[in-house]
């Protein structure tokens, strides 16, 4: 229903920011590891997820897309609940609960408050293989930028070649195509 929400910060706690916009005041609710990272008084973009129970209406925000998608599909899973969505995310950042969940971990996985061993074990069988993995979100930028150069009238080999000197998950991929530009321009004597 909500797929975003920008605006100004008008106060933040450590699981919830008010957001500004229009003449309107958003409460969101935000994971504690997350809430470090808002600023007052700055505008932000938080990736949002609506929870309607009986009672209320929540609204979450993420600072990623991806970890939006993430705490969807923990809610899915029968004993996890919002709260726990949370804490899980409010503990580990995406990267490494992909780790936890790629090794079975389920030791680090129970550390979260609220998680046992059997609610450990069933996250870790629910979510292997259902998140996006971090092999092919690489895999995914450096295909649309591998595309982009060929569209610009490289040939694949010789972009691949350039790219795989250039790729980093350090970089964005704006600075990425610009220093392949500049290398493959080099090349060509352009």
Known sequence: MFDFIEGKVVSVKPDRVIIQVGGLGFSVKVPVRVSHYINKDKDILLYTSLNLKEDSIELYGFLESLERELFEELIKIAGVGVKMAMNIISTYDRKTLQEIIDKEDIKSLSKVPGIGKKTAQRILLELKGVLPSLVYE???????ILSALVNLGYKKTEAKEVLE???SKDKNEGTIIKECLAVLADKHGE
């Open 138 to 144: 690489r895999d995914q930028i450096y295909e649309d």
């Open 165 to 167: 000197k250039i790729y």
